[in-house]
Structure formats: structure tokens, C-alpha cells
Nanobody
Framework: QVQLVESGGGMVQVGGSLRLSCAAS????????VAWFRQAPGKERLFVAA????????YYADSVKGRFTISRDNVKNTVYLQMSSLKLEDTAVYLC????????????????????WGQGTQVTVSS
């Protein structure tokens, strides 16, 4: 069992930057793939980015490619999402999710494939 806590959300203007953190606690000795998803009010949960347990493989949604960077520090049991050149459409609750696995498969962008979820952090981009 692992617990995830997101932080770093807030309000930022168009073109600004934010860095989100996802801190894990509990059974962190296992290998976990971690992903970020986002959900706007009344809309479905969408994949944003994912990172393998080693950090060697990363994946991005087309909508954030080149603007967002996912990374992890396994000593601190924390995954980061650096967001730059933010747009109005990036406004959403951002959630991190983890799956106990040592490999990444084609499932990386499917919410139902992840076993553990944080509560989310709000990101609001204003004009």
C-alpha cells in the first residue's frame, strides 16, 4: 500500500510556470510507475504524463509535449511535474497515480490501470 500526496498547485497567468510534486509514503520499497492525470469540472480524467519506476522512460500527452516535464527522485520518493508555457486549457485538478510495476506497457495512459491515487491539486491558469 502506498499513499500519494500532491502539492504545488495554484493560480498562474497564461505563459507562467508551476511545479507539482507527488510525494509517496508507505510501501515505497516497491517499484512504482507514476503518472499525472488531470480533470476539469464535468469532464473526463485525462492522461498528462507518466514515468517508469527507474525514471528512464517518460511519456506525454500530445497536448503538453514540449511544455511539461515529468521527473522523479526515488531517494525522496517524489515525482515532479514541471509545467511551463501554461495555457487556459491547462486549468484542472491534477492527480498523481501509481502502479506497482517494474516495467511500462501500453497501459501507461489508462486511469483504470493505476492502483493508487492522490487527492489532487488545483491548477488555475488565468488570462
Amino acid at each position: 500500500q502506498v499513499q500519494l500526496v500532491e502539492s504545488g498547485g495554484g493560480m498562474v497567468q497564461v505563459g507562467g510556470s508551476l511545479r507539482l510534486s507527488c510525494a509517496a509514503s508507505g510501501r515505497t520499497s516497491d517499484s512504482y510507475a507514476v503518472a499525472w492525470f488531470r480533470q476539469a469540472p464535468g469532464k473526463e480524467r485525462l492522461f498528462v504524463a507518466a514515468i517508469s519506476s527507474t525514471g528512464l522512460s517518460t511519456y506525454y500527452a500530445d497536448s503538453v509535449k514540449g511544455r511539461f516535464t515529468i521527473s522523479r527522485d526515488n531517494v525522496k520518493n517524489t515525482v515532479y511535474l514541471q509545467m511551463s508555457s501554461l495555457k487556459l486549457e491547462d486549468t484542472a485538478v491534477y492527480l498523481c497515480a501509481a502502479r506497482s510495476t517494474s516495467y511500462m506497457g501500453s497501459w501507461y495512459n489508462a486511469p483504470h490501470e493505476y492502483h493508487y491515487w492522490g487527492q489532487g491539486t488545483q491548477v488555475t491558469v488565468s488570462s
